[in-house]
């Protein structure tokens, strides 16, 4: 059973920055795209940034492209998301997911993923 589980998350000051990690197991990711969504409330799950667990493609919402960065340590399964210039709106629940669809090119959407992480909280305050 594939079990992603994220840490990182918290209260930070804007301008100021946060790492995610979602640890997965259960299955090879080789073939797989991991990613990252948020929520805030009384909103939809929106698209944050996504990467191949092989050869490392990236994607990137427009509302994080040059403050966010995800990246795959290989070695420990290990998903990260590094949020710089952290802006009030970026305050949700974000949640980290995986996909194995290999039809999909770009893999920015929720019902394009199988497996999600239970969520850690954001806050960033002005």
């Known amino acids: 059973q594939v079990q992603l589980v994220e840490s990182g998350g918290g209260l930070v000051q804007a301008g100021g920055s946060l790492r995610l990690s979602c640890a997965a197991s259960?299955?090879?990711?080789?073939?797989?795209?991991m990613g990252w969504f948020r929520q805030a409330p009384g909103k939809e799950r929106q698209f944050v940034a996504a990467?191949?667990?092989?050869?490392?493609?990236?994607y990137y919402a427009d509302s994080v492209k040059g403050r966010f960065t995800i990246s795959i340590d290989n070695a420990n399964n290990t998903v990260y998301l590094q949020m710089n210039s952290l802006k009030p709106e970026d305050t949700a629940v974000y949640y980290c997911?995986?996909?194995?669809?290999?039809?999909?090119?770009?893999?920015?959407?929720?019902?394009?993923?199988?497996?999600w992480g239970q969520g850690t909280q954001v806050t960033v305050s002005s």
């Open positions: 997911a995986t996909g194995f669809n290999t039809r999909i090119a770009f893999p920015t959407t929720p019902n394009q993923y199988d497996y």
């Open positions: 259960g299955r090879t990711f080789s073939n797989s795209y």
């Open positions: 990467i191949r667990w092989t050869g490392g493609r990236t």
